[in-house]
Nanobody, 123 residues
Framework: QVQMVESGGGLVQAGGSLRLSCAAS????????IGWFRQAPGKERDFVAG????????YYADSVKGRFTMSRDNAKNTVYLQMNSLKPEDTAIYYC????????????????WGQGTQVTVSS
C-alpha cells in the first residue's frame, strides 16, 4: 500500500489561494489515479479532483472546475492541488486518495487515506 503525507492546508480569506501537497512513500504511484476528497463538518467525504500518474489526465468535481488544478511531480512522487478563488464552502478537511477509481461515474478511493489537512476559508 502507498502511504500518503498531506500538507499545505491553512486559513485563507475568500478569494485567496492554497496549494496542497500529497507525497507518497512505499512505492511509486504508477498506473493509478491519485487525487483528493474533502469532508466538511456533518457531510460526506466527496471527490474533489484527480490526476492520472502516467498520462496526466485530470478530473474535477463540478464545484471546483476552473478554480482548482491538479499537477504531479514524478521525481518527488508528489501530487499537488492548486486551489484558487477559494470560497467559504471549500472549507473542509482535504484527504489525499492514492488509488482513485470510478464506478458508474462515481469516484471512490481504493487505497488508504492520508491523515487529512484542514482548509478553512473565511468570508
Amino acid at each position: 500500500q502507498v502511504q500518503m503525507v498531506e500538507s499545505g492546508g491553512g486559513l485563507v480569506q475568500a478569494g485567496g489561494s492554497l496549494r496542497l501537497s500529497c507525497a507518497a512513500s512505499g512505492r511509486t504511484f504508477s498506473n493509478l489515479v491519485i487525487g483528493w476528497f474533502r469532508q466538511a463538518p456533518g457531510k460526506e467525504r466527496d471527490f474533489v479532483a484527480g490526476i492520472t500518474w502516467t498520462n496526466n489526465n485530470t478530473y474535477y468535481a463540478d464545484s471546483v472546475k476552473g478554480r482548482f488544478t491538479m499537477s504531479r511531480d514524478n521525481a518527488k512522487n508528489t501530487v499537488y492541488l492548486q486551489m484558487n478563488s477559494l470560497k467559504p464552502e471549500d472549507t473542509a478537511i482535504y484527504y489525499c486518495a492514492p488509488d482513485l477509481r470510478r464506478n458508474k461515474g462515481i469516484w471512490y478511493n481504493a487505497g488508504d487515506w492520508g491523515q487529512g489537512t484542514q482548509v478553512t476559508v473565511s468570508s
